[in-house]
């Protein structure tokens, strides 16, 4: 399945780089990046130092490429910029990505990338790959490890104990734990700026988030956001912090506290947390609720607390093999979706906006109520014993629906040019991308990484020009 042939060939390069035209390569506004290192907050459209390194190095690796493929290029001025962007889909994505990736690699093809970058659900498999510091000559290992053993749920819980004590604590570190061993097969606990003094035998990575409140509210200036090894920030914006320093506490531009750097594995619950917008609550809309001005903000919020206990479930079974424990499971899911069909039309109808309200709450409560009684009914075990954990860890951050707080390094920072959704906040949202755009054009378009060719597959459910 993962070995599906990829309409790619060395033609399509040749072409790209014939009508690129003669390419003017030279490193721009250095001054730019001299004062990163003197301010913390470094404000530019150009790349920064470290990855300009990166890049040169990598377009060795490119040319050589190109060359063995018949591709004439005389020197790296000449090499072609290619980008392969991994889309949206969930899991889908996640493994479309690796079986495209090891196509291009079966045809010699993967070496041409200067980049990668992915949103959602292709995410996941990039912070898998990159874990290993050759996956570009170990395609074999990345498959593998799709298909490999999970990680046990008990690990899981460990993780996020230690996730529990931090200030930003949320339903991100839910998400990302149980995407990472569920569906995964792992745990890394490295952290993105560690890649940064890597060589450069793989394609240099971007990921890319949305900020929730502006994604929500604000100008389109203040919604994208990229991370890379070296920097993280605002796209559009131009403005960047060293990706070791996301989440420190900043005030006026200055740095006040530095704070860990958050892991791979909550970066993964950062980047494919779909869930955490209100429009996933439309995923599922039972019969009896899907009339007409029915589905208002309350029934919303009710759906959305339904849709995240039951994903999480289906993700908590990845990381169980008694088949016990997964018949619990079942039981629960099936709990969960017979109170959510329940037929209840005749209780909404005439009912005013407030007493809507009033009544999906209450149901909400219910759902969170089954989990508990479920919970407690467990036969006494290691089982239960860790869904006692998780309940205790999950239902209050779902009650609260927090997703993605993170240490915002432009709080009452003094430009013009920030708008007040990010400046006035100590700190900001970060969340699925997806949302927004389901591949990650924004940061590739324009001049600052001056791309000719965008390799783009479409994995996600909808589409992805939207």
């Not at 020197?75 to 990505?97: E, K, M, N, Y």
């Not at 531009?253 to 609550?281: F, I, N, R, S, Y």
Request: hydrophobic share 40%.
């Amino acid at each position: 399945m993962l070995t599906g042939r990829i309409s790619f060939s060395a033609s399509v390069i040749c072409f790209w780089l014939v009508i690129s035209g003669a390419r003017a390569d030279a490193l721009e506004d250095m001054e730019g990046n001299a004062t990163a290192s003197e301010k913390p907050i470094r404000q530019s459209q150009s790349l920064c130092a470290g990855e300009q390194e990166y890049v040169h190095k990598r377009k060795q690796v490119v040319l050589e490429s190109l060359n063995n493929l018949g591709v004439n290029c005389t020197d790296t001025d000449s090499v072609p910029h290619i980008t392969f962007l991994g889309s949206g889909g969930g899991q889908r994505a996640a493994v479309a990505l690796v079986g495209s990736l090891y196509q291009m690699k079966q045809d010699g093809l993967l070496d041409t990338l200067l980049y990668m970058g992915g949103v959602s659900g292709s995410t996941w498999s990039m912070t898998s790959l990159y874990s290993d510091p050759q996956w570009s000559d170990n395609m074999d290992q990345a498959v593998s490890r799709l298909s490999g053993p999970g990680v046990e749920l008990e690990e899981a819980l460990a993780w996020l104990d230690e996730r529990s004590k931090e200030e930003h604590f949320s339903l991100t570190d839910i998400w990302g734990v149980m995407t990472s061993a569920g569906i995964m097969n792992q745990l890394d606990l490295r952290r993105l700026s560690d890649e940064a003094s890597r060589n450069a035998t793989n394609p240099y990575p971007v990921y890319s988030a949305i900020e929730k409140h502006c994604f929500t509210d604000g100008p389109i200036e203040g919604k994208w956001f990229e991370m890379s090894p070296h920097e993280a920030g605002f796209t559009e914006l131009g403005v960047f912090v060293e990706t070791s320093l996301l989440g420190s506490r900043f005030e006026s531009g200055e740095l006040l506290e530095v704070k860990p750097e958050m892991d791979m594995v909550k970066l993964q619950g950062v980047l494919g947390c779909a869930l955490a917008h209100e429009e996933t609550a439309r995923e599922f809309i039972p019969p009896w609720l899907d009339v007409l001005g029915n589905v208002d903000s309350a029934a919303e919020e009710y759906l959305r607390m339904f849709n995240v206990l039951d994903k999480l479930i289906a993700m908590i079974k990845g990381t169980i093999q008694d088949p016990r424990a997964l018949s619990d499971l079942d039981k629960l899911q099936k709990i969960l979706q017979d109170k959510v069909n329940q037929n209840k039309t005749e209780l909404l109808e005439s009912k005013s906006s407030e007493e809507r309200k009033t009544l999906f709450k209450q149901w909400s409560l219910e759902l969170v109520v089954a989990v508990e009684i479920w919970s407690r009914s467990l036969e006494d075990g290691p089982f239960k014993t860790h869904v006692s954990l998780l309940t205790k860890q999950i239902i209050p951050l779902v009650l609260k629906w927090e997703w993605g707080p993170t240490g915002n390094f432009l709080y009452q920072y003094q430009d013009s040019s920030i708008p007040q959704c990010l400046s006035s906040k100590e700190r900001f949202h970060l969340v699925d991308a997806g949302l927004l755009i389901n591949v990650g054009y924004p940061s590739f378009l324009g001049d600052k990484r001056d791309i000719d060719l965008i390799i783009a597959p479409e994995s996600s459910a909808g589409n992805m020009f939207e």
